[in-house]
Each structure stands twice: as structure tokens, then as C-alpha cells.
């Protein structure tokens, strides 16, 4: 059985940082692309960022690109999501995902496998 964990979220002033953790089970990511979306309230479900494993290329949504950075820890089988210079328009639920006809950019509609989000809430 296939589970994505996501973790690290929590509440931030704006301009601060955090990092979120992607663990996997059932399946080695090493060969995957592996995406991150989030959900604010009121709002849909928005792509941000996508690493393919298969060769290192990284994507960004130009909202996050320069404050956000993915990365990949194969060994660990976890993805993360460094998120630097938090503004309180980046307040959602944040999650991973992955499936087998994962691609950059990591669309939604080809992913097959979600975890259940990590909400964080950028406020003073």
C-alpha cells in the first residue's frame, strides 16, 4: 500500500521560513516525479513545484519561484519543500503527490497517489 506523509507545517510570521517533508512507503521514489500542491481556503487546488528523480530537473510556479526550493532525499525515500520568505498568501494546505505517469510539471490529473496535507498558516 502506497502512503505519502506530508509534515512540517505550522504557523509562521510572515518572512519566516519552513520546511516540509514528503515520507513515502509502498514505492521508492526514485524514479518518480514527485509534486507539491496546496489549497487555501475558499480556493482550488494550485500546482507550485515538481522533482523529477529520474534526472534532477525541478520545477516552480512562478508565485514561489526564488522563495521555494524541492529537493530530494533518495535515500530516506522523502521529499521536501524548503519554503523561505513566507507571505500570508501562502497560507493553505499543503500536499504531495506522485503516480506513475508523474511528469514535470507535475499536473494533478496525472497524479495517483496524495498524501493528506500539512496546513500552514503564515500570520502576526
Known amino acids: 500500500q502506497v502512503q505519502l506523509v506530508e509534515s512540517g507545517g505550522g504557523l509562521v510570521q510572515p518572512g519566516g521560513s519552513l520546511r516540509l517533508s514528503c515520507a513515502a512507503s509502498?514505492?521508492?521514489?526514485?524514479?518518480?516525479?514527485i509534486g507539491w500542491f496546496r489549497q487555501a481556503p475558499g480556493k482550488e487546488r494550485e500546482g507550485i513545484s515538481c522533482?523529477?528523480?529520474?534526472?534532477?530537473?525541478?520545477y516552480y510556479r512562478d508565485f514561489v519561484k526564488g522563495r521555494f526550493t524541492v529537493s530530494s532525499d533518495n535515500a530516506n525515500n522523502t521529499v521536501y519543500l524548503q519554503m523561505d520568505s513566507l507571505k500570508p498568501e501562502d497560507t493553505a494546505v499543503y500536499y504531495c503527490a506522485t503516480g506513475a505517469h508523474a511528469t514535470i510539471p507535475c499536473r494533478s490529473f496525472d497524479m495517483e497517489y496524495w498524501g493528506k496535507g500539512s496546513l500552514v498558516t503564515v500570520s502576526s
Open positions: 522533482i523529477n528523480n529520474a534526472d534532477g530537473v525541478t
Open positions: 509502498g514505492l521508492s521514489l526514485d524514479y518518480y516525479a
